[in-house]
């Protein structure tokens, strides 16, 4: 019994180790299997990227150039910033380091590694353009920080700024699908957003390549394994001439608007210039959300390409199409003419001419040289709106032009039908009588009335506009106009410059003829003039022409928003651009 019962404590002791040692490896167990059921694959992929690490190598992004071989789009060698994330121990340590370098604000960087969605372990780009300064301090500590890697990498530039920003445009991130839809793509790869490199991009894009090395756990690299080359983008040259985007930056000054010069023969695009404008290098680098918000909200709103996307009341610029029309199905000959007194009643209604004393007599060059109202409203009698929406249409007006660019308008003609589809009211015949002088529910782009434009000019063929040379023929429609209808056009639109009642004798010391327009806002006071209301209700003011005249080679179109009268503000706006134009091609001698 004393034998057996010495044996007591020792049979406790051996049970409670037993169960010690059951337990021990019971808890190491379940944490193997944790380790490796569960977040297996995640210490795989760490082990992996401990003995290897996926280092992109940017691609250089094709550089654009204007027609006489000028930079518009460029790339810069910089300094990138890399964070692999899976390799820090303390990311909030490593954001507060960055911030301490004035490379990235720690909330800027939070943001990016929460909007991360490509892969858990590829790198994330936190800086594209560091100083030599930033890039020492990084490398001082990289013993501390070895997630932080420093590759070599491009920045797009835009010499030009916003001289050229709406027709060159700039580039953005991909969006979170567009990533999905390209597994292979970094998570921080630039794509065209707008113009000319949104446009080309398949062509000015290149293909980032991809180098795998061997880091020591400092992150050093100790040997390369294996590497995909970039391929870079393709250079390429546009049809645009910087000297022509200047001349237009010059003549809209400080106003709203847009100015369009094409090639009236070709098509091709020489100036595409919208205000007020912005600089497209500011999109080299991710922009803050302040700064984005600043420039969406804008209330003159900037990133707008007026020259395509704003529409407009066409005014006067609208008469010449009509008359032409009028001429070619024989509702009036060239004699034809009316009495204007000021104004003139029609369904009850008093319609004012601009002139308030009125013209007296016109007939159709004269109609062109004061652009009469009245004699436009009787006119517009003649064609009705069917026949008046038939020829803007037949000019190109109320479809997008081709041009291929973001977001084009089509414009607005508006007719009895699309009143009842879209408005659900009637057709009011009032409405017909300010379509006839450019008014009511027509809408037009400044690029579309450059295009008509260019269609009087050369004799009807109605060009489409581009930016890159096309491959082959150059599309284009044929209008049917007969020659001897499309002069008394042409002698008109010569006399508006340089008649001695012409609206835009302002320019009669260049070889132009065009057109001015002033497109109501809203209804005019009866007493004073535009001037008396708020700059927001002013008239836009047009001027669209050709030169030189018997030998057209550019057509040119103006807007000014809110600028008054199109003889006072549009065509001394239009000087400077028709006069570079014609210096460029040699039919003006250049200013001394």
Not at 278 to 307: G, T, V, Y
Not at 335 to 358: D, E, K, M, N, T
Request: net charge neutral.
């Amino acid at each position: 019994m004393g034998y057996r019962a010495e044996l007591v404590p020792f049979r406790l002791r051996a049970r409670w180790i037993t169960v010690v040692i059951l337990a021990v490896f019971g808890l190491l167990h379940v944490r193997l299997a944790q380790l490796q059921l569960f977040e297996g694959e995640r210490f795989e992929r760490l082990a992996e990227n401990n003995r290897l690490r996926r280092i992109p190598v940017p691609a250089s992004r094709g550089r654009i150039f204007d027609r006489t071989g000028k930079i518009l789009a460029d790339n810069q060698p910089a300094w990138q910033l890399l964070v692999f994330p899976d390799e820090a121990t303390d990311l909030m340590a490593t954001a507060a380091f960055l911030s301490e370098q004035e490379v990235l604000d720690a909330g800027d960087f939070n943001l990016k590694f929460s909007a991360r969605n490509i892969g858990t372990l590829a790198p994330m780009l936190v800086s594209d353009d560091l100083s030599w300064e930033q890039v020492a301090r990084v490398r001082s500590h990289q013993v501390d920080y070895p997630e932080l890697s420093i590759i070599n990498g491009f920045r797009r530039t835009y010499p030009a700024g916003a001289a050229a920003a709406h027709v060159v445009g700039y580039l953005r991130r991909l969006t979170s699908k567009e990533a999905e839809q390209h597994p292979g793509a970094r998570p921080d790869h630039l794509v065209g957003a707008t113009g000319i490199e949104s446009l080309s991009e398949d062509f000015l894009g290149g293909r980032d390549g991809e180098r795998f090395v061997v880091a020591s756990a400092l992150g050093r690299q100790l040997g390369v394994v294996r590497e995909t080359a970039a391929v870079s983008g393709r250079d390429m040259a546009v049809t645009i001439d910087v000297r022509l985007q200047y001349a237009a930056v010059e003549a809209l000054g400080e106003h709203a608007g847009a100015v369009v010069v094409l090639d009236a023969q070709t098509g091709a695009v020489r100036a595409l210039y919208s205000a007020p404008s912005f600089d497209p290098n500011i999109f080299a680098s991710p922009l803050s959300r302040e700064a984005w918000d600043d420039l969406a909200n804008d209330p003159q709103h900037p990133l707008q390409n007026r020259c395509l996307q704003g529409t407009y009341p066409p005014g006067s610029t609208i008469k010449p199409f009509f008359a032409l029309s009028a001429l070619e199905n024989a509702q009036i000959t060239p004699a034809w003419s009316v009495y204007c007194p000021g104004y003139i009643i029609l369904f009850g209604h008093r319609f004012r001419c601009w002139q308030r004393g009125g013209h007296g007599t016109v007939a159709l060059q004269r109609s062109l040289e004061v652009s009469c109202d009245v004699y436009y409203y009787l006119l517009g009698q003649k064609l009705g709106i069917d026949g008046m929406a038939e020829t803007m249409r037949e000019f190109g007006f109320g479809a997008t032009t081709g041009i291929g660019m973001n977001n084009e308008s089509s414009g607005l003609i508006g007719t009895p039908e699309w009143s009842r589809q879209v408005r659900g009211t009637p057709w009011y015949a009032g409405e017909s009588v300010s379509v006839s002088i450019g008014q009511g529910p027509v809408l037009i782009t400044t690029l579309q009335l450059a295009r008509a434009y260019a269609a009087l000019a050369n004799g009807g063929r109605l060009v489409r506009p581009h930016l890159v040379a096309p491959r082959g023929v150059n599309h284009e429609t044929r209008i049917a106009v007969d020659p001897a209808h499309l002069e008394e056009i042409v002698q008109g639109l010569r006399r508006v410059v340089h008649g001695s009642e012409g609206t835009a004798r302002r320019l009669a010391a260049l070889p132009i003829a065009g057109k001015t327009g002033t497109a109501q806002v809203v209804s005019l006071p009866t007493e004073g003039s535009s001037n008396d209301l708020a700059p927001h209700l002013r008239q836009h003011a047009w001027f669209v022409g050709w030169a030189p005249i018997d030998n057209p080679e550019i057509a040119v179109a103006i807007l000014v928003e809110h600028g008054g009268g199109g003889g006072s503000v549009a065509a001394p706006a239009a000087t400077s651009v028709v006069r570079t134009a014609l210096q460029i091609s040699g039919d003006l001698p250049a200013d001394p």
